[in-house]
């Protein structure tokens, strides 16, 4: 780690990394200056769990029982309380996942845009189902509800890199890169932003787009457990 590191950034580094170390020790050398910055910032340990978390999720690839238990000891808090912290938010993982961790968010308006062919692309390109760890321990697939991109369906996220704009057809080509260890560059495309409602400037939705759209609501109200208001 950088001396120059400022401690307002020590807790927002990349937590989700392609180089992964299991076995890897919690705040040494380095990391432990990191640890301290984190610290620094915050009135009391405790306040300070979450960046402190993503850090030795960052270090080891996911939350083991064993990192919970020491992160609870270095923070002076009980494990029980920091698992609950942990299993709360979805961007932690409590179980080993692959080097490289995709991300699909299903949200409602990456629903509306083909999220779902998306996520069966990806799972049948990977040879896995949502959770699974695929052979070689190469890929992970998890569906996400939100990534902070929603004018960019359908958002994909791989390890810390975020991409807009994702098709079932462009699923190939990500994953062949990964393979070539040659990332394309994620960079907003405002030119082919995605409408799914009928503007002045934008030609109506053809029927089967339409019904398309119809039945990826009707996905969404069954995952949530919606009605509609009458």
Known sequence: ???????????????????????????AGGDQQRFERILSRYP????????????????????????LTRVAELLELTPAYVRSIASFYTMFQLRPVGRHLIQV??????????????VEKFLEATGTRIGEVSEGERYTVVE????????????????????ENVREE??????????????????????????????????????????????ATGRWRRRWGCRRMR
């Open 170 to 215: 462009s699923v190939d080509s990500l994953l062949q890169g990964r393979r070539l260890k040659s990332w394309p560059t994620p960079t907003p495309t405002p030119e082919k932003r995605v409408s799914c409602r009928s503007t002045s400037a934008t030609p109506a939705p053809s029927p089967s787009m339409a019904g398309s759209n119809v039945a």
């Open 44 to 67: 009391n340990k405790r306040a300070a769990l979450l960046p402190v978390l993503a850090m030795a999720q960052g270090l080891r690839g996911w939350l083991s029982p064993e990192t």
């Open 144 to 163: 996400v509800e939100c990534l902070g991109a929603c004018g960019f369906p359908t958002v994909v996220q791989i390890n810390d890199r975020v991409y």
């Open 105 to 118: 968010c299903v949200g409602i308006g990456c629903d509306l845009c083909g999220a779902e062919g998306v």
């Open 1 to 27: 780690m950088s001396d120059a590191l400022h401690p307002a950034i020590a807790g927002a580094q990349p937590c989700q990394r392609a180089e992964k170390r299991p076995d890897a020790p919690l705040f």
